[in-house]
């Protein structure tokens, strides 16, 4: 096979400039996971929140926040994010990881509630209640 250009790594970063390059000659786009996107663009590429990652994650999405939600003059005609919102669920067998979530969250954000079964369930109607045990939503996330 002969190609133009060899990108390693199939997220969102290694997605966009083989799409770019593309323009410009045959690219190969190579991935080691079993799907493209798998630890990036299906996970965190798809919202902007500081609840989400590691402490060094955290912190660097904390501190990009002012140019996502204001722009340089002249950057863009449109926004950037949207206002959403997540709601985060867990079973009860999932108790301890979701409460080391939400420390975690709450370590970098005060924008988060623990919320009951018949709020997430009002939140994401299709929820089924003998599924869920605890739940907390987060206003403040953008798309």
């Given amino acids: 096979m002969i190609t133009d250009f060899l990108v390693i790594g199939a997220g969102i970063a290694g997605a966009s400039i083989a799409s770019r390059l593309s323009e410009f000659g045959r690219v190969v786009l190579l991935e080691r996971e079993e799907r493209p996107g798998y630890h990036t663009t299906g996970r965190s590429a798809a919202f902007f929140t500081v609840n989400y990652g590691n402490q060094v994650i955290r912190s ?4 990009s926040r002012q140019f996502f939600s204001n722009p340089p003059d002249g950057f863009t005609n449109h926004p950037l ?12 067998d999932q108790f301890s990881e979701y409460e080391k979530n939400l420390a975690g969250a709450r370590a970098v954000s005060d924008d988060i509630a623990e919320i009951g079964i018949d709020d ?19 206003p403040g996330l953008y798309m």
Avoid: C, K, N
């Fill in 120 to 138: 997430a369930v009002q939140l994401f109607p299709t929820l089924r209640r003998d599924y869920v045990s605890l739940a907390h939503y987060e």
């Fill in 60 to 63: 660097l999405t904390a501190a």
């Fill in 81 to 92: 994010m949207s206002p959403r919102g997540i709601l985060t669920i867990a079973r009860a």
